[in-house]
């Protein structure tokens, strides 16, 4: 069927779509009621979207099209249920709600196209998404107020209007906003400017942070929750020649979803609060305007050209150029030409609000740039004369070669200017032309391949499209189909032949219980064809002296880039503004290549493969479908899809509502006025944390790069113990101790905090160690255990260190909100009972759970609690009594507070004897070793002791040789780093007593006795906290 055809056939097709088959009257029709107008209120617009009702076959043409383009979506398996860290993140089990969707009966179109959009935006992956350009954008609701999160001067976060709200507004919505200063209440009406500054105290009668939270639900695009959370906030990219301003979720809307706000407020220099209602406005930003229902339908709701593929090969046939497809108005990039947009690969997040167009105003922009400086990709200097800025918007361009081209330019001129370190500014780069992120560099690792090995889902259609290719080579002579071998590389970095299908033989996997299957390996798609010209020899910049900046918005190709810089270069990252606790990931949703349905629907037809069943129809509606077709294989684990490994920033680096620094810095920009939000907030802590120059105060400059990183840990920390018995009685008695000693020991000169034989500390007499407490709370369920915990902590180690332990009868609640780390000792089958407490889940959230109950997983535990709390699973066993124990401890997920972490928790068990970090699977058996093993060993050491009291010993000499003749064996294998076979070997002379005895153990075979004790054990261990069988 042809284009025209089909077009006039969805024509008769909406004269079906009206209410009752017939096209509302004028007057009662809610779309010539907006019609023609710039600015109308979301209710208005609802209103009209909510008279399309839902067709049927429009409803299954959408889902046959998601459905099976699904099939080349790498990541459809994978996101049933991601792994850690992100496995509370993505579990989305996409078939599964098509299905229900399609079982679904919803009142209106509009409501299907929500439900059908958020499912997709819960995978968390801004590559497949689900866009209909009816709906999504078509009107954008705003409010004159976005937000920010700021930290005072004591280190507080709290959620502000912007400081530059009021000058962004202006200058945005001029024609509009009298309407907002009319509807303040009282004597604020007319006073919109005072509004800027002002700290958000609740956001519909509720904490700010709720507000934050219920977005990061339904935004999607990133696996981070903190990258999510950031999305709420106003931020700012370097988007062509100008500085784009972006307003954030909360002030603004792709969907009519909210009609207003009421926000609770203490505005900027006030002692006082105001409560305000602002409403929501709604712009319309059509691509054509409408008059009524059906125009409105008729015109933007169904398929456009480019909406589908085409035969490339057709006679007359009319290939719309990539940037006039709908899918173009979505993707995070510029503008790309055509011929760009069919030759290189491409790599960009997909949205249902466009890149911002909001400008940002003079006087919020950074200096001219130096030369070199093209659209997207600005370059400064810092009055340092050493430190290069790079301020990176996307890796797209208008012009392929002009890019990549200015990118070297831009670098050379930085370092001819003296620069020798280099700031990249990648804040809401949403990714673009693979091979830009490959040539910013190179690097040590460049070659073969300077970016990530790839593959791609490899189904039985993606396989008959690759074969249709190789029998008939005539089908794509210029090279535009993704599924030519000749396009790709093997993992040897040979080209495929022409006649190689590349996906053949599939790599059959299971993901999440289903089949699957993928290409093999590829390699790079870049060296050297796709640089226009060859890079340096060397690299322009040591990647160690880099640092890599943003909100957590960058993905896709900027996700490639600074991946391979960080995690094979050692670049530092750095995120502004992220809520305290959370774990900002300097990038995400990372692909490997980017596409979407209309360009496989081109694949299919231009092979003669659209009558296949697996093939999808032709899309109806003016919809787009992302997918991401390759995905990246990881540099930690390249076993693995990068995709769903951690990339915590080294520094969560905090937004300040002023900055000390700022009147300093006229020569850079003026901050003052945009809270240090824009390029300046990086040029000062470039500054501050980088080889400035001295502050005001006199101190003299850090050193050059690589950066000593700023830490958020301030010194000493509140350890919290919930169910003090014996365990937590030991562990608390055992950190006093050793600080009692230190101080004692302080005097002999010890430089630094150091663990020295198992159970001792010692400090330097500087500064107090950040991982060792300054106090400590024993909680306890009856008053009477409280004060007989009181008299046992006052009889350990010196005054000062046991006044700080503050002993607390059923407050577990109110101990927690006070305490940064939590060591949870009570009995495992009280833990969930402790933690589901009405509020805990709050209290725990940013803070270090260290659970030593027996039994209980790590699995079990962050089922309890909030997933912003950091839970690790450690056993001590009973020795750590005397200071003596072994204690196995989880090993810990990359995370910015993973250092300081594992010190706080080395420092814990440390101080009563040793400790080892293992992974939980191993923990059954640790129990049963270390946990029950003083058991199994005082077991041997009492009949040692009774053979010798029957040889003639008196029992007490004959308990004293025994038991240091374990000791003195044990530490002979720990100290000496002996085989205890060796020490056996060496005792036992030939002909001798001791290869007597040794044969009569063995002929009761004590030794796989034993063995079988801790087997028996472990699997008694793993029973520990779970239910109780019926």
Not at 245 to 256: E, V
């Amino acid at each position: 069927m042809k284009l025209t055809e089909r077009f006039a056939l969805l024509g008769a097709l909406i004269v079906g779509v009206a209410v009752n088959g017939s096209i509302l009257p004028r007057a009662s029709d809610p779309c010539a009621a907006i019609a023609g107008q710039k600015w109308v209120s979301p209710k208005e617009v609802r209103d009209c979207y909510n008279a399309v009702p839902v067709n049927q076959t429009l409803k299954d043409n959408i889902l046959d099209v998601v459905s099976k383009s699904l099939n080349f979506h790498t990541s459809v398996n994978y996101q049933i249920q991601a792994p850690p860290p992100f496995n509370k993140d993505v579990h989305e089990d996409l078939f599964k709600d098509l299905a229900r969707i399609k079982a679904t009966k919803y009142a209106h179109d509009y409501d299907m196209h929500i439900d059908l959009s958020r499912t997709l935006k819960r995978l968390n992956d801004g590559h497949c998404v689900w866009i209909n350009r009816c709906y999504d954008s078509f009107y954008i609701s705003y409010l004159p107020t976005p937000v920010v999160l700021l930290t005072d001067s004591s280190g507080n976060q709290a959620v502000h209007i912007a400081p530059e709200a009021f000058i962004v507004a202006t200058a945005e919505f001029p024609d509009e906003i009298d309407f907002w200063q009319n509807a303040l209440p009282g004597k604020l009406k007319g006073q919109l400017a005072s509004l800027s500054g002002a700290k958000v105290l609740t956001i519909n009668g509720k904490d700010p942070n709720v507000a934050i939270d219920a977005n990061a639900l339904i935004t999607g695009s990133f696996q981070g929750l903190g990258t999510r959370q950031n999305s709420f906030f106003s931020s700012y990219q370097a988007s062509g020649a100008t500085w784009t301003y972006s307003m954030g979720n909360f002030a603004q809307q792709s969907l009519p979803l909210d009609d207003q706000v009421v926000l609770k407020i203490q505005r900027t220099g006030s002692s006082s609060t105001d409560t305000i209602t602002l409403p929501y406005r709604a712009r319309f930003t059509g691509p054509g305007n409408f008059t009524d229902l059906a125009t409105f339908f008729n015109s933007h709701c169904v398929a456009q050209a480019g909406t589908n593929g085409v035969d490339l090969n057709a006679p007359g046939v009319q290939n719309v150029s990539p940037a006039d497809k709908p899918v173009a108005k979505f993707q995070q990039q510029p503008t790309i030409s055509p011929q760009d947009a069919r030759k290189q690969p491409l790599n960009v997040i997909l949205d249902t609000t466009p890149p911002s167009d909001v400008v940002l105003p003079p006087g919020l922009t950074p200096p001219a740039p130096v030369n070199g400086s093209r659209n997207a990709a600005q370059f400064f200097l810092l009055d340092d004369k050493k430190t290069g800025v790079l301020a990176l918007g996307s890796f797209s361009d208008g012009n392929f070669n002009a890019f990549l081209n200015s990118l070297l330019d831009g670098l050379v001129n930085l370092k001819s200017l003296g620069a020798t370190q280099l700031v990249v500014d990648v804040s809401n780069n949403g990714g673009g032309f693979i091979c830009a992120a490959h040539i910013v560099g190179p690097k040590s690792t460049s070659v073969p391949q300077a970016g990530l090995n790839t593959t791609a889902r490899d189904g039985t259609l993606a396989r008959k499209i690759a074969q249709q290719i190789v029998d008939n080579p005539n089908l794509d002579p210029n090279l535009f189909l993704l599924y030519n071998p000749v396009q790709w590389r093997n993992a040897n970095e040979t080209f495929f032949s022409a006649n190689d299908n590349w996906l053949l033989p599939p790599v059959n996997k299971v993901i999440n219980g289903h089949q699957d299957a993928f290409s093999q390996t590829l390699g790079q798609e870049c060296q050297p064809e796709g640089f226009p010209s060859n890079p340096p020899d060397v690299a322009l910049f040591d990647p160690k002296k880099v640092v890599i900046v943003s909100n957590g918005r960058c993905a896709s190709s900027c996700s490639l880039f600074s991946v391979t810089m960080s995690k094979e270069e050692g670049s530092k990252t750095v995120v502004l503004g992220g809520r305290k606790g959370v774990t900002q990931q300097y990038c995400g949703t990372v692909g490997g290549q980017s596409t979407d349905f209309s360009t496989i629907d081109t694949e299919i037809k231009t092979t003669h493969l659209k009558s296949d069943p697996l093939a999808p129809p032709d899309l109806l509606v003016n919809g787009v479908q992302g997918i991401t077709w390759r995905l990246g294989f990881g540099v930690n684990d390249p076993t693995q899809p990068e995709e769903w490994q951690n990339r915590p920033a080294n520094v969560n680096f905090p937004l300040t509502a002023q900055n000390d620094w700022s009147k300093e810095d006229h020569g850079i920009a003026n901050c003052h006025s945009f809270s240090g939000r824009v390029i300046t907030e990086e040029f000062i802590w470039t500054r501050k944390v980088g080889n400035g120059r001295a502050k005001s105060n006199g101190e003299a400059p850090l050193t050059d790069f690589p950066l000593t990183l700023p830490t958020t840990t301030s010194m000493g920390y509140t350890l919290c113990v919930l169910g003090c018995g014996t365990m937590g009685i030991a562990i608390t008695s055992g950190i006093i101790e050793s600080l009692d000693a230190a101080k004692r020991s302080l005097s002999n000169g010890f430089p630094k905090w150091e663990v020295h034989t198992p159970g001792t500390l010692t400090p330097t007499a500087e500064t107090p160690d950040p991982s060792v407490p300054s106090r400590f709370i024993a909680c306890v369920n009856r008053e009477s255990t409280a004060e007989k915990l009181v008299k046992v902590f006052a009889s350990v180690g010196d005054s000062e260190f046991s006044r700080k332990v503050e002993v607390v009868a059923s407050k577990n609640l109110e101990a927690v909100k006070q305490s940064d780390v939590i060591l949870l000792c009570c009995k495992p089958q009280m833990a969930q009972h402790i933690l589901s407490e009405q509020g805990m889940t709050e209290a725990l959230e940013g803070k270090l759970l260290i659970s030593i109950l027996a039994g209980v997983t790590i699995r079990q535990l962050t089922g309890w609690v909030s997933p912003l709390t950091r839970v690790v699973r450690a056993m001590p066993n009973t020795p750590c009594k005397i200071r003596e124990g072994m204690t196995v401890v989880s090993t810990l997920p990359p995370s910015p507070h993973e250092e300081t972490d594992n010190a706080i928790i080395l420092k814990i068990f440390s101080s009563i004897g040793r400790c080892r970090f293992l992974d939980e699977k191993h923990f059954d058996a640790c129990t049963a070793l270390a946990g029950s093993g003083p058991a199994f060993a005082c077991i041997f050491l009492e009949a040692m002791a009774d053979g010798g009291v029957m040889m003639g010993l008196p029992r007490t000499e004959a308990l004293e040789l025994a038991a240091q003749t374990f000791q003195g064996a044990a530490r002979m294998v720990l100290q000496g780093n002996t085989h205890p076979a060796q020490i056996k070997d060496a005792v036992s002379t030939p002909g001798g007593c001791t290869i007597a005895g040794l044969l009569a153990l063995e002929d009761g075979r004590v030794r796989s006795t034993i063995a079988r004790g801790i087997q028996v054990a472990t699997e008694r261990a793993s029973e520990l906290g779970q239910p109780a069988k019926k």
